[in-house]
């Protein structure tokens, strides 16, 4: 069973910051938190990841909560080629295994 | 640098024949996973390879295989498909082991159609 848990749909509206939200309560220490996004019927397409600290890439922002018990991806400026079925997963412990959830439909509307 | 590469991108195939799928990671990744997407379950987790040998493996019945080759290039196999088979198929390729972190990179897919 995925470990993580997610609002089912989202609305953003183009060029806002879209912040999805995760709980994973039951994460262990070592396990690392990862966020990928699948647009229809293609592969899905690595955001970013990370364990405890709050990590920034070009394409996004991941805050993690000091308890590491839930996390926000933050699509800082929205277009609509974000619009998007978004998955947090937490990456089980020494294995390269993604459980993935049912995820969070990310609707960008223009 | 190419990305994951899966053949064929789609197939047909008839209920009780068997398919062979193919996966090419990204050059200098070690560890390929393979997914099953359906419409009911999802994605699911079905195997990894890393060095050639499996390292986990999912719940799915023995009639899903897979294997590596030593330039880290995955088969999986299906035997005695049964119409349930029918999904999106989906590799994944890591740098390396699972302690560092690496971030894993998807392939496009290999679309299944069982009839």
């Known amino acids: 069973d995925a470990k993580t848990t997610q609002p089912p749909s989202m609305d953003c509206a183009e060029g806002r910051a879209a912040n999805l939200p995760c709980n994973h309560s039951?994460?262990?220490?070592?396990?690392?938190v990862y966020w990928y996004r699948q647009i229809h019927s293609q592969g899905p397409q690595y955001i970013i990841h990370?364990?405890?600290n709050n990590e920034t890439n070009e394409m996004a922002s991941l805050i993690i909560t000091e308890d590491r018990k839930s996390s926000t991806l933050i699509l800082p400026h929205a277009t609509l080629r974000d619009t998007a079925v978004y998955y947090c997963?937490?990456?089980?412990?020494?294995?390269?295994?993604?459980?993935f959830g049912t995820g969070t439909l990310l609707a960008v509307q223009p | 640098k190419a990305g994951v590469t899966q053949t064929p991108r789609y197939l047909i195939k008839t209920r009780g024949q068997q398919v062979t799928l193919s996966c090419s990671p990204i050059?200098?990744?070690?560890?390929v996973s393979w997914y099953q997407q359906t419409p009911g379950q999802g994605l699911q987790f079905l195997f990894e390879?890393?060095?050639?040998?499996?390292?986990n493996k999912g719940n799915f019945p023995g009639r899903f295989s897979g294997r590596q080759f030593s330039n880290s290039r995955s088969e999986m196999n299906v035997s005695t498909l049964e119409l349930g088979d029918s999904a999106l198929y989906l590799c994944?390729?890591?740098?390396?082991?699972?302690?560092?972190?690496?971030?894993?990179?998807f392939g496009p897919g290999t679309r299944l159609t069982v009839t």
């Open positions: 997963i937490v990456r089980v412990a020494s294995t390269n295994k993604l459980i």
């Open positions: 050059s200098g990744h070690r560890s």
């Open positions: 039951t994460i262990s220490g070592n396990e690392y």
């Open positions: 390879y890393f060095s050639e040998t499996q390292r």
């Open positions: 994944a390729s890591s740098l390396a082991g699972a302690a560092q972190g690496y971030e894993q990179y």
């Open positions: 990370g364990l405890k």
